[in-house]
């Protein structure tokens, strides 16, 4: 699977290597190209996954986050480790 912001791949993994989170697909930290992330003021914290990071993705305000350190129970609760997971929005396309 890939992000791709048009013709910029943003991150790429196999699919059995993301995790599927409330319709997001979240990317293991290895698999993001960090150059194209800049860390994001934007505050948010989601009730029961935790404070999120949000990233611009090459000048694109707010189109990825990530949960540095979930909640408690989080992790359980979505049956992986998901901290530092990066997942995509608005802009960003991902597919196969």
């Not at 196999?14 to 990317?27: A, Q, T, V």
């Not at 992330?37 to 996954?49: I, Q």
């Amino acid at each position: 699977m890939q992000a791709r912001l048009g013709d910029t791949i943003i991150a790429d993994a196999d699919e059995s290597d993301l995790i599927r989170i409330e319709g997001n697909w979240y990317f293991p930290p290895a698999s993001v190209n960090w150059d194209l992330l800049t860390p994001s003021d934007t505050p948010y914290t989601c009730a029961w996954k935790g404070e999120c990071q949000y990233y611009d993705v090459d000048g694109h305000a707010d189109n990825a986050f990530a949960y540095p350190d979930p909640k408690p129970g989080s992790i359980e609760r979505v049956g992986r480790d998901f901290s530092g997971y990066v997942a995509f929005w608005q802009d960003v396309q991902v597919g196969a």
